[in-house]
C-alpha cells in the first residue's frame, strides 16, 4: 500500500513539473521570453557613435560637413578622447587618439541596451525562412556607460546617443524563433 501511495505521489509530482515546465516553455510568445532574448543579445552588442572605426590620424578640412564633424570630434577631443593639430598650409584639423581614446577604439561605444519591459509584440507569423517572427516594442535603459559620455557637450555634438542615454528610451526589433527560443536574427 505505501508503494503505490509513493508511485502516486511521484506520478502526481512529476506532473505538476512537466505541466509547469510546459507553460514556461522558452519558445512562447511571452514579454518573459522577449526580454531574455534581447537581453542576451544587446549583452553582446554595444551601441556606438559610429557605424565602423574612424581611422587615424583623422582629417577635417572645410567643406559642407566641416562644421558637424568639427563641433564631434572637438566634443570627443574634449572628452579627453582625441587631441588636435593644425595643419595650416592645407587647413585642416587633424586629430589622433589619446591613451584614453585608444581604449575606446574607432567606433567608441558608449554601453549597451538592458530592456526594462515589453511594451507589445505582433502575433507571431512564420516567415518565408520558415522562422516564427514577431515585431516587438520595448523600454529600455543603457548600461555600463563610461564617464566620457554625460558631458553636455558630447551630448549636444550626438543627439542620438542623448536620446538614448535619456532613459526608458523605447525601441523595436525583430525577433525570431528557430525551437530554442526568441532571439534578434542576424
Not at 551601441?47 to 564631434?72: H, M, T, W
Not at 529600455?140 to 566620457?148: F, G, I
Not at 542623448?162 to 524563433?177: Q, V, W
Request: aromatic share 8%; proline share 6%; net charge positive.
Amino acid at each position: 500500500m505505501k508503494g503505490t501511495i509513493r508511485k502516486q505521489t511521484f506520478i502526481a509530482i512529476a506532473s505538476m513539473v512537466l505541466l509547469v515546465a510546459g507553460c514556461s516553455s522558452k519558445t512562447k510568445p511571452t514579454d518573459q521570453n522577449f526580454m531574455a532574448g534581447l537581453n542576451a543579445y544587446y549583452a553582446n552588442h554595444n551601441e556606438c557613435l559610429f557605424p565602423s572605426a574612424l581611422r587615424f590620424p583623422y582629417e577635417v578640412s572645410p567643406g559642407p560637413n566641416a562644421k558637424q564633424d568639427k563641433q564631434r570630434m572637438d566634443a570627443l577631443m574634449n572628452a579627453g578622447l582625441m587631441k588636435r593639430t593644425e595643419d595650416r598650409t592645407i587647413h585642416v584639423d587633424v586629430y589622433a587618439l589619446t591613451p584614453a581614446g585608444e581604449r575606446a577604439a574607432g567606433r567608441f561605444c558608449y554601453g549597451h541596451r538592458q530592456v526594462t519591459s515589453i511594451e507589445s509584440f505582433t502575433p507571431p507569423v512564420k516567415a518565408a525562412n520558415g522562422l516564427l517572427e514577431s515585431q516587438v516594442a520595448y523600454r529600455y535603459n543603457m548600461m555600463d556607460v563610461p564617464v566620457w559620455v554625460k558631458t553636455d557637450e558630447m551630448q549636444k555634438a550626438f543627439p542620438e546617443m542623448a536620446k538614448a542615454l535619456a532613459g526608458d528610451s523605447m525601441g523595436e526589433s525583430k525577433m525570431a524563433n528557430a525551437g530554442v527560443g526568441w532571439q534578434v536574427p542576424n
